[in-house]
């Protein structure tokens, strides 16, 4: 085992050496080592879904807002652009975040419209990754993106330079381990990358070759949550301690089902919003559901049970629900 890390960026915890590496070049997570279980994929697959009638008869889609005047000012705003792709203008810098504008393949459709097209996002300052997911890092996109944004830089995990270096420029890349804080110092923008419980993979033999994570988004006015795909654990208590005064938590609520296999790297509402009190944000938002079919459940049953949740704990606006497209400013 040895340790990786970015040498020319600080580490923000005490005492962190870096990223565990194992003898094999893998990364893994000290408290939750994830190894690709076939036989629980062959299980999941072969058991009956209790969602299956739900599934068959489910009418819902998300809601889609196009408009595209977001793009029209340089005020500081968020926009969810469907599953965990989102739009932030923060300090007047440009930011997608997992941007995946398509279906991920013929067996897998987009359900929900792209609320604006590809080409109108220009002037971008910053593509930030947090997995190679193909959920998250979709190379058309990515492509099409460059092609229209060649100044655009990219910040993401350790290991990520080998999925985006056919067509992005070594120095537009910046790789980041745990713990690592890279600052956009012109307009004080500081970033961070964090734990989250997850793995990474794109091909059959390259699991866990690429580190996975989450972003801290800081400036003086406000600090926000980005959490990418994770399942629940001790690590949101833990960034809690880090990062004290969390505006807005950015959390995924979809994919979770069976969650006997799916909770090791997926929360559901219900830990969503366990999540969300550990970070004691101010907000939360709800994401990663309603555009791709990527598990048991029917594409609205995220939301709907993330919606009970608010009812039973008697909330008001703590948790925001904002529509695919929507221009959000920041409270």
């Known amino acids: 085992m040895h340790f990786a890390s970015n040498p020319a960026l600080p580490f923000i915890l005490k005492n962190w050496q870096g990223n565990p590496v194992s003898s094999t070049g893998r990364f893994f997570h000290p408290e939750y080592p994830f190894e690709l279980n076939w036989k629980d994929v062959a299980k999941w697959k072969s058991k009956p879904n209790p969602y299956a009638k739900a599934k068959k008869t489910e009418t819902w889609r998300a809601s889609v807002v196009k408009d595209d005047g977001f793009l029209q000012h ?19 810098r440009n930011i997608l975040v997992d941007p995946v504008f398509g279906k991920l393949s013929a067996l897998m459709p987009r359900y929900s419209d792209l609320p604006v097209p590809i080409s109108k996002l220009k002037k971008l300052d910053y593509i930030f990754l947090t997995h190679d997911h193909r959920d998250h890092c979709d190379m058309p996109s990515l492509k099409e993106l460059v092609k229209n944004n060649p100044q655009v830089k990219f910040v993401t995990g350790l290991g990520m330079s080998t999925v985006l270096s056919s067509f992005v420029k070594k120095q537009a890349i910046t790789e980041m381990g745990w713990y690592q804080q ?10 961070t990358y964090l734990p989250t419980r997850h793995w990474c993979r794109r091909w059959l033999t390259d699991t866990n070759r690429r580190l996975w994570g989450a972003f801290v988004f800081q400036t003086n006015e406000r600090t926000i949550y980005l959490g990418g795909d994770s399942g629940y654990g001790e690590h949101f208590k833990k960034t809690a301690s880090l990062f004290p005064k969390i505006d807005f938590a950015f959390l995924g609520i979809g994919a979770f089902a069976p969650v006997w296999f799916m909770q090791s790297f997926h929360m559901n509402p219900s830990a969503a919003f366990d999540a969300f009190q550990d970070l004691k944000a101010k907000h939360m938002v709800p994401m ?24 039973e704990k008697g909330l008001n606006g703590e948790v925001v629900f904002n529509k695919i497209g929507e221009a959000m400013t920041y409270l």
């Open 288 to 311: 990663h559901f309603g555009t791709f079919d990527l598990s048991d459940e029917p594409l609205g049953e995220p939301l709907r049970l993330m919606k009970g949740i608010v009812k």
């Open 74 to 92: 340089d005020r500081d705003v968020f926009v969810w652009l469907g599953h965990a792709s989102f739009f932030f203008r923060m300090n007047g």
């Open 182 to 191: 890279f600052e956009d110092e012109a307009i004080g923008l500081k970033i």
